[in-house]
């Protein structure tokens, strides 16, 4: 069983910065393909990032593309999302998620990952 931990939400002012973590436990993340996600209030889950098991291929919602990077440290089993210029709209709950059927096809979409996180509220104010 894999248990993943999001970390490093909170509160910014826009135009701020921060760094969400997503730590896993129970399975190591190095095989694996690990995908971040929000979803607002009111609205459906929608894909943010993605990374390969290496590193080697990423994929961003346009919405978040050049501001967001998504990176991995597989010696630390931790997922990681760096994000700047934050906007309001980027207010949400964010979620880390592995995909067992790795890179491919599919890659933006919700059901085809395995394993969630619980979240970790990021809130952006103007």
């Known amino acids: 069983q894999v248990q993943l931990e999001e970390s490093g939400g909170g509160l910014v002012q826009a135009g701020g910065s921060l760094r969400l973590s997503c730590a896993a436990s129970?399975?190591?993340?190095?095989?694996?393909?690990m995908g971040w996600f929000r979803q607002a209030p009111g609205k459906e889950r929608e894909f943010v990032a993605a990374?390969?098991?290496?590193?080697?291929?990423?994929y961003y919602a346009d919405s978040v593309k050049g501001r967001f990077t998504i990176s991995r440290d597989n010696a630390k089993n931790t997922v990681y999302l760096q994000m700047n210029s934050l906007k309001p709209e980027d207010t949400a709950v964010y979620y880390c998620?592995?995909?067992?059927?790795?890179w491919g096809p599919g890659i933006v979409s919700p059901e085809s990952y395995d394993y969630w996180g619980q979240g970790t509220q990021v809130t952006v104010s103007s």
């Open positions: 998620a592995l995909r067992t059927e790795g």
């Open positions: 129970g399975r190591t993340l190095s095989s694996y393909a």
């Open positions: 990374i390969s098991w290496s590193g080697g291929s990423t």
